[in-house]
């Protein structure tokens, strides 16, 4: 371990970790992204002598880059954390990223820096489901792994770590409202464990071929950045809010198809007028396992195992670098 004069930085974004409710009993109704990066550090540097072998000789750096309830998180937000970790990551005595960031749109957040940010070095992100004044937050020990993967791990790309389990940001989706492990990589399987300051990888586990979109200093400004919905199919959808969308402008939709893509004769009518209008349709499932598989019935491209809030991401991207190469 070559740890000497290496850092790991912690960048805040808010969420739950750094929530605070009422009393130490309640842990489920407060108020996220209160405590900043600089407390939520000093609360796990704390446990410093129990700190495991690896871990020793880092150094901790922190920026608090936002500070945010996840459901509001935005792209200005995204277009600033992606280029706070690049600058970073171009520091040769930084070692690794953690960012701290809410659970609800988390999966969204990894998805989009796996795709803008090209390195090697490891960039963990984790979370808590209780608040950081509850009396068993979860925040502390998920920030103390997701420091010691930051520490121990390479070429992971960028991955989260919460109760213990590791994901890979490709497959990484929040399955539950308020459980502590509420995130699973359906049918990919987590990849791998952090259990007692050891890191365990699963031997099931394969990291996924990373494809890059775009560097982020070739993103255009955030206001610039394609608007692109998601539309669901259900039973009895209508179509009215796919025309009100293309009248206003949209410039792309992800259709959460209903099992492999399916959807409603009006729902794919208007799609396919949408798409005449210029509209870039891409194909997902609203089944959270799986992907969809193309057949000769699929008149609209399908992202690959991506579900719809990763496939708009990816299109938006997708879309950004149409731009650039005309
Ligand atoms: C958030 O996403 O910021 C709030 C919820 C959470 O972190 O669990």
């Given at each position: 371990m070559q740890a000497k004069n290496q850092k790991i930085v912690v960048l805040g974004t808010g969420g739950t970790i750094a929530g605070v409710s009422a009393s130490a009993n309640e842990g489920l109704a407060y108020k996220a992204a209160q405590r900043g990066i600089d407390d939520l550090l000093e609360v796990a540097l704390g446990h410093q002598k129990h700190w495991p072998e690896a871990l020793s000789d880092y150094q901790f750096?922190?920026?608090?880059?936002?500070?945010?309830?996840?459901?509001?998180?935005?792209?200005?937000?995204?277009?600033?954390?992606?280029?706070?970790?690049?600058?970073?990551?171009s520091q040769s005595n930084v070692a690794g990223l953690v960012i701290t960031h809410g659970t609800d749109t988390l999966e969204e957040t990894?998805?989009?820096l796996s795709h803008v940010l090209s390195t090697a070095k490891p960039i963990v992100l984790t979370c808590a489901m209780r608040p950081a004044n509850f009396k068993d937050a979860d925040g502390p020990q998920n920030l103390r792994d997701a420091m010691l993967l930051a520490a121990t791990t390479h070429?992971?790309?960028?991955?989260?770590?919460?109760?213990?389990?590791?994901h890979h940001?490709?497959?990484?989706?929040?399955?539950?409202?308020?459980?502590?492990?509420?995130?699973?990589?359906?049918?990919t399987g987590m990849a791998g464990r952090v259990h007692n300051d050891r890191v365990e990888w699963l031997e099931s586990f394969n990291s996924p071929k990373m494809t890059d979109k775009l560097r982020v200093s070739q993103l255009p400004p955030a206001s610039k950045w394609p608007w692109v919905e998601i539309v669901m199919n259900h039973v009895n959808a209508s179509a009215l809010h796919i025309e009100a969308l293309v009248q206003a402008g949209v410039k792309g939709l992800v259709v959460a198809g209903t099992g492999n893509g399916s959807m409603s004769t009006k729902l794919k009518q208007s799609l396919v007028l949408a798409q005449?209008?210029?509209?870039?349709?891409?194909?997902?499932?609203?089944?959270?396992?799986?992907?969809?598989?193309?057949?000769?019935?699929?008149?609209?491209?399908?992202?690959?195992?991506?579900?719809?809030?990763?496939?708009?991401?990816?299109?938006?991207?997708?879309?950004?670098?149409q731009l650039q190469s005309h």
């Open positions: 750096d922190s920026e608090q880059v936002a500070q945010l309830d996840s459901k509001d998180m935005d792209f200005e937000t995204w277009m600033h954390l992606a280029q706070r970790c690049e600058h970073w990551l990894a998805y989009f070429e992971l790309g960028v991955c989260l770590v919460a109760a213990g389990e590791i940001s490709q497959y990484v989706q929040k399955v539950h409202p308020t459980r502590l492990n509420a995130f699973d990589s359906g049918e005449k209008a210029g509209v870039q349709i891409r194909l997902s499932t609203r089944c959270n396992q799986g992907s969809v598989i193309p057949t000769e019935s699929h008149i609209f491209d399908a992202t690959s195992g991506l579900s719809p809030v990763k496939t708009r991401v990816a299109l938006m991207l997708d879309m950004m670098s």
